[in-house]
């Protein structure tokens, strides 16, 4: 017999969907620590420029961690929240010491890369399990950071 959540979802699918939210919580909480560095400690011409850029960018990943932790909670689960376990979970790596602008947006790209993937994957999860809350989700995020990689990609010269 299926066993249908809050929201009427399959139990199983929303314990499925919750895990992956889970890891894609720990990946942003990760990316937000390394962009709020790279903020603090950006150097050279580029300095205001790409010091609101990253302003920015943290302030946005601030807003989706909220959401996704919001949207694990509404599919009955719970959502990640200790540090440790967001570096033990995660794909994007800390990044320390860097402050040369160009090797920042590198690492943000490499983020954006890391979180739309993971995204494309809760995408077709969420799809099986017809949960249209998550789907619209992560189809605003990947719409909204494949254009972000599109301009870094540009800011590099790539």
Not at 40 to 61: C, R, V
Not at 108 to 116: A, C, D
Not at 120 to 129: I, K, S, T, Y
Request: hydrophobic share 35%.
């Amino acid at each position: 017999m299926q066993q249908l959540n809050v929201i009427g979802l399959d139990q199983q699918h929303a314990e499925q969907l919750a895990e992956k939210l889970n890891q894609l919580l720990s990946n942003y909480q990760v990316f937000y620590m390394n962009v709020r560095g790279f903020h603090w400690n950006i150097k050279g011409q580029e300095f205001f420029e790409l010091h609101a850029k990253f302003e920015e960018t943290y302030n946005d990943l601030l807003m989706k961690i909220d959401e996704i932790a919001e949207r694990i909670l509404t599919l009955g689960q719970r959502p990640l929240h200790a540090y440790s376990t967001y570096i033990k979970n995660s794909s994007i790596r800390e990044a320390k010491d860097i402050h040369d602008g160009k090797a920042c947006v590198r690492e943000i790209l490499e983020s954006y890369q890391t979180t739309i993937r993971l995204q494309r994957e809760l995408l077709e999860l969420a799809g099986q399990a017809d949960d249209e809350g998550t789907s619209a989700l992560m189809s605003d995020y990947i719409k909204e950071q494949e254009k972000t990689a599109w301009m870094l990609t540009s800011y590099l010269g790539s």
